[in-house]
């Protein structure tokens, strides 16, 4: 018997503005699903909300200038982990009491240094394990974001921009976790880049138009192998 596949996200009709109609759309009846076991890519211009619609997905618009119309639908209970665009770190602790944050209150200290070390170690961070964020560079800061994404036990991946500042040899790896991540753990990942290539790297599928006025799906063969 096939195993079921369980539905991590959907909107539907999605369609942001900013608030009080005074500056018009970001876009216009969106829609997504998305699935355990998939890497879904967002490509399109800078500017066209992109960001924002992560934003919406994680509940992090509170106070602000956006709201929308349509649907936003969550499996129950969905642990999110997001990897910002920038880094968002506490500059003044090491790189591992950063990955080491959220894991917090889900285990004990040791088995949270341990599970922390071995996604520092993962990507390639070990010999900066007890540096402060304040003193890494752009592509040190997004690797300890994306450990600390990694480490957290959840089940949907928001991922803007995670390969900005890496070299080609840190980016392969970061692919080879996603893909390892979503197959192995049954998460889902939806991944913002600028870079069309590095989405064709990955995704299952590509959502692929100008400010998202159309839903246009590339269909792709899996790369995760």
Known sequence: MPMAVQSHLSTNGLFPKFKYDKLGFLFKNFSLS???????????????????LLNFIADVLQDTKFKYDGKITKKENLKISYVFQEPRLIESVSVLKNVMLPLENQTDFTAAQNIAQNWIEKLNLISKKDTKANQLSGGEKQRTSLARAFAFDSQLLLLDEPFSAQDEANKNQIIELICNLVQTQKKGALLISHNKEDLLKICTRIINSDKFILDIYVNLKKNCN
């Open 34 to 52: 998305l699935n355990e076991g998939e890497v879904v890519g967002i490509f399109a211009p800078t500017g066209s909300g992109k960001s924002t």
